[in-house]
């Protein structure tokens, strides 16, 4: 999932001879074929070269054509669709079994439903089921783009699967339904293209220069719980809405060096929201599979270090609390498709002598490494898992089952019992929002048809009410919850120092990820739990309308800033034409009281129909209203985007945000920002949460082709200079404010810098925080709100400036003035964290007047994965404030 690498060397294909060494392939890829096979073409004959040779990568489109003749040959073998990927592309995947149960395949499929939504469903009937039912087993590869192994297998696999009539396989075929899933369709071409444009050159092995996804690239495995991308809410619907299997594979290829893959048992900590029978099944599995590595003699096979299953966006860790097996593994990485040789001193000090451990009893001794090692480990582990599946078919049913039964069970006799969400809320969007997305993941929501009281709380109809009793209770408890991350330096001696290893010697151990994520909280979305059973009428809710409109006439009307979808609607006022404007204070109209911010729009000789249109559309509800004393006009703003050759995940984040609430904007590359004159072209730049030295300098020389080399460089600070100064607008974000901090000679310091880890640490927490709502960039936002904190920067405001440029004789008048605040109390909200003391009272987020123009800086990231809707509203603010 990160890359390190240790490459001792590499063989590009210019060195490289034909009479190289077979590929070496595992047992279980090398099956023996039936007469059927005969008129079933192999992957081989259909595209030309095995999939895994070296120099080769397919992309999807050619693995799909695949995949579609297969099916058109053989009666075990479907294609079905789930859906568009984000640049269009169908989302295809196969189901394999045998011809007979292909047959019963809805059969089987109700089954699975049954027993894992088993309301009402009793113990004799649910063993009849588990009986009678095959086990669904979801394998998918190629979710990251580059860990390219595991969808290079899926067209090799899906043929072993359909052809292959030794004892195992024909065992899978009768037992299981095999889904085989391309995670990323537009990862694998996109990857797939690059490498094969520069094989045979100096840049073979070059990392790409743009995401393998039209939006966040490698963060499509973060986003699982709240499914902003189309990819993931294909696969969350196809798996916790209609397939409901019993085991997930989710396979990468970022093994820990010098081990060739990493397997179950996980890194510490389990998160305590997944029933201990699922963590069992999860270890099961994992050792079968490295049982089938040592049985095949492939070394190398790891467990227990660094992949920990705390968060739950992973695609795999989102369906534990789904009652699903969950299973990872992260084949070693590889270099495309270009082989790469190791010797035992190329190995980290700790494995040079090679020592054996129960989680790593049959370490790699060194050697070449292919693509074709690494798809035949995948095949390997593909075939342990659906080996595992024909085996304990009726276990993996009926406890699936049992689980979904133990929880809802559980919640019926013990808080939390659920959750209660007010309909109307300050941001009815994003409230609507959260409701959707849990849907999507298969919660089941009600909506209240009566008012009712719980806690001294009186709650209108129409309020939503998520129960923890129900088979998913334990997903729903583990995103509603504030995680409590265990501080893992105490009894430390019960970890074995198992915990990320690398890290350990006193200092905090690093999580693999962020540590809390309560999602309505970083949504801003107002909720409660329920401490006892309700008894109010209900109605099950299916989705959510917003019912947008327009209430009163007139040519001028009001609405709120505090729904993000407003943004939406000042933009499509703006470009169409309208006046619109900010309330500068808090004022009354009609009989109701409005925040400073409300939006103010007069229609002017905008088409009347328009107006409606676009409250439709956004959701948002204009009422007719007048515009109080003092307003500031707003203009539609040219807004770019800064967009090097390093990818960045954030930028792409940043991408997904603008296209969903209907912001137009422009990306500026490197070359673009260094040639100046950036205020004749832009009002808004924005520098995404990106390490300032990808931005300055990026690429270096001879790592990529010349065409993505270097940064924004000296000459793209100068500009970015000149273009505050000239009034321009910029917007830092988190690590890219380090930018103006060091060369814009600003009174303001980072109080974390050289800050060491043990000192302080929050590494994805969410944490308390005031804003100035009469601050432009604060409209909107509650007075306490919260931040998202990963590896933030922390203001304090100096006499002096600081920066390279501290001594220069004329220095542009500056004026700081601080947005948010970390208040003077505790400041964790959910999650973990040390040193808090460091930063109580400390500026989170500063307004700089700088020339003409202003600097933002945000020392947080204000839309973290686009689950922070609620600060995303700092961005959108920043858009417009001039
Ligand atoms: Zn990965």
């Known amino acids: 999932m990160q890359v390190r690498g240790w490459v001792s060397a590499l063989l590009p294909r210019s060195l490289f001879l034909a009479a190289a060494a077979a590929l070496a392939l595992s047992a279980a890829a090398a099956l023996a074929l039936s007469p059927a096979a005969a008129q079933v073409t192999s992957p081989e004959e259909h595209l030309g070269f095995k999939p895994g040779a070296d120099f080769h990568l397919l992309t999807y489109e050619e693995a799909l054509s695949y995949f579609e003749r297969l099916a058109g040959e053989s009666d075990r073998m479907l294609v079905l669709d789930m859906g568009e990927t984000s640049e269009g592309r169908r989302m295809k995947y196969g189901v394999i079994s045998s011809a007979e149960n ?66 195992q396989t024909v065992a899978i075929r009768e037992n299981v339904i095999a889904l085989l899933v391309f995670a990323n369709p537009d990862g694998m071409t996109i990857v797939s293209d690059w490498y094969m444009k520069n094989v045979g050159t100096p840049y073979e092995t070059s990392p790409i ?23 993931t809410r294909n696969m969350n619907r196809a798996h916790s809405l209609e397939w409901f299997p019993e085991i997930l594979y989710n396979q990468h290829q970022t093994g820990p060096f010098p081990a060739r893959i990493w397997i179950p048992p996980d890194a510490e900590p389990t998160n305590p929201n ?16 490295g049982k089938a590595f040592d049985e095949n003699g492939q070394p190398g096979a790891i467990s227990r270090i660094r992949y920990d299953t705390w968060y739950p966006g992973y695609a795999t860790q989102v369906v534990d609390g789904h009652n699903v097996a969950s299973i990872l593994t992260e084949t070693q990485l590889y270099r495309y498709a270009t082989p790469q040789h190791f010797t035992v001193n190329d190995f980290p000090e700790e494995h040079r002598d090679l020592t054996k451990g129960v989680f790593y009893p049959s370490p790699w001794l060194g050697g070449w490494w292919r693509l074709g090692d690494a798809v035949a480990y995948n095949a390997t582990a593909c075939m342990a898992v659906l080996d595992v599946a024909a085996r304990y078919r009726f276990e993996l049913l009926y406890d699936k089952y049992k689980v979904g039964r133990e929880v809802m069970e559980r919640f019926r006799g013990e808080p939390p019992y659920g959750y209660i969400v007010p309909r109307e809320q300050p941001d009815r969007s994003s409230t609507a929002l959260l409701v959707e997305r849990m849907l999507g993941n298969g919660i089941e929501v009600y909506s209240a048809e009566d008012a009712f009281e719980h806690n ?12 923890t009793s129900q088979p998913f209770g334990l997903f729903l408890k583990n995103i509603f919850e504030r995680q409590s991350y265990p501080d893992l330096r105490k009894y430390s001696h019960i970890w074995q120092g198992l915990v990320n290893p690398e890290d350990w010697e006193g200092a905090p151990l690093r999580p693999y990820d962020g540590v809390g994520w309560t999602l309505p909280i970083q949504m801003g979305v107002k909720y409660w739990e329920m401490t006892s059973l309700l008894t109010v009428p209900v109605t099950k809710v299916d989705s959510v309308d917003l019912e947008g409109g327009v ?49 103010v729009v007069e229609t002017g000789r905008m088409p009347a129909g328009r107006l409606r249109e676009i409250a439709r559309e956004t959701g948002v509800r204009l009422t007719s209203g007048s515009a109080p004393g003092s307003t500031t006009a707003l203009q539609l703003p040219r807004i770019g985007l800064h967009t090097g050759w390093v990818a960045s995940m954030d930028a792409g984040w940043i991408t997904y945000i603008f296209d969903e609430y ?79 901090i060091e060369h814009f000679a600003l009174p303001v310091v980072d109080v974390l810098d050289g800050v060491p880890a043990d000192s302080f640490n929050c590494p994805g927490a969410l944490l308390r925080a005031d804003f100035d709502t009469r601050h432009p960039l604060a409209y909107g936002m509650p007075e306490r709100d919260m931040v998202f904190f990963s590896r933030g920067r922390v203001f ?78 700092l961005l959108f603010n920043a858009l417009l404030y001039r």
């Open 551 to 599: 209430a009163g006439g007139g040519g001028s009307y009001l609405f709120e800033h505090a729904d993000n979808r407003s943004v939406s609607a000042a933009m499509a006022l703006l470009q169409a034409g309208a006046t619109v404007r900010w309330a500068d204070a808090p004022f009354a109209a009609g009989g109701r009281s409005y925040d400073a911010g409300t939006y």
């Open 796 to 873: 304090e405001v100096r006499e002096e400036a600081g920066g390279e440029e501290a001594s220069a004789p004329a220095r542009e008048p500056v004026v700081v003035e601080p947005v948010a605040r970390y208040p003077d109390e505790p400041l964790l909200l959910s999650g973990w964290m040390i040193g808090d003391e460091r930063i109580r009272g400390k500026a989170a987020a500063l307004d700089v007047s700088y020339g003409e123009g202003k600097i933002f800086l945000f020392g947080f990231n204000t839309h973290n994965r686009a689950q922070a809707r609620s600060t995303m509203r």
């Open 662 to 740: 209907g912001i137009p904007f422009e990306r500026v590359t490197n070359a673009g920002i260094r040639s100046g004159h950036l205020a004749d072209r832009f009002d808004v730049l924005i520098l995404a949460d990106q390490d300032a030295a990808q931005i300055l300098e990026g690429h270096r020389i001879g790592t990529v082709p010349p065409d993505y080399v270097g940064g924004i460089g000296d000459e793209g600070v100068l500009a970015l200079k000149a273009f505050v100064r000239e009034g321009g607008r910029l917007v830092c974000n988190n690590s890219s404010c380090d930018i103006p």
């Open 209 to 231: 220069p743009w995401l393998y996804h039209k939006y966040v690239g490698h963060d499509n495995n973060r986003d699982s719980f709240m499914g902003n991308l189309v990819e």
């Open 102 to 167: 292909l047959r019963r395949l809805d059969r089987y499929r109700e089954i699975n439903r049954r027993i894992s939504l088993p309301q009402g469903l009793e113990d004799a009937e649910a063993r009849l089921l588990a009986e009678e039912g095959k086990a669904i087993v979801w394998i998918d590869g190629g979710l990251h783009g580059t860990e390219v192994a595991p969808a290079q297998l899926l067209p090799q696999l899906a043929y072993d699967l359909v052809t292959g009539e030794d004892r």
């Open 274 to 289: 997944v029933h201990p029978l699922i963590v069992r099944w999860k270890s099961l599995i994992g050792t079968a599979m």
């Open 456 to 467: 001294g709380i009186r709650y209108p109809a129409g309020t939503f009410i998520l129960p």
